[in-house]
């Protein structure tokens, strides 16, 4: 992708591919996510006339939770017998 302000270029090999996300997160995956947020915004920074900006990202340990996912399976359970009632609702509204 080229601005057409400058002459700045999106790097495409940052993507990470196909890769599950606990394999990603394993393999550095935030190192590519910082790389990928820093090209992003320096390629902005650069079409609007700031083409030597420094970025830097420091994403600290992080995880990606479904929650609705995670209630859906709780209720599921719930409904099966296999979890009190009183365990979801503390679960999921203090």
């Not at 790097?11 to 090209?39: D, K, M, N, Y």
């Not at 900006?53 to 992080?62: E, K, N």
Request: charged content about 15%; proline content about 3%; aromatic content about 8%.
């Amino acid at each position: 992708m080229r601005c057409s302000a400058c002459s700045w270029t999106m790097c495409a090999s940052l993507t990470p591919g196909r890769l599950p996300l606990r394999a990603f997160h394993e393999e550095g995956g935030q190192g590519v996510i910082s790389a990928a947020i820093s090209s992003i915004c320096r390629a902005a920074l650069a079409c609007m006339g700031y083409p030597d900006a420094s970025v830097s990202v420091d994403l600290d340990d992080f995880i990606i939770a479904d929650t609705d996912s995670d209630k859906s399976q709780m209720l599921a359970e719930v409904s099966a017998g296999l979890v009190l009632g009183w365990m979801y609702l503390q679960r999921f509204y203090g």
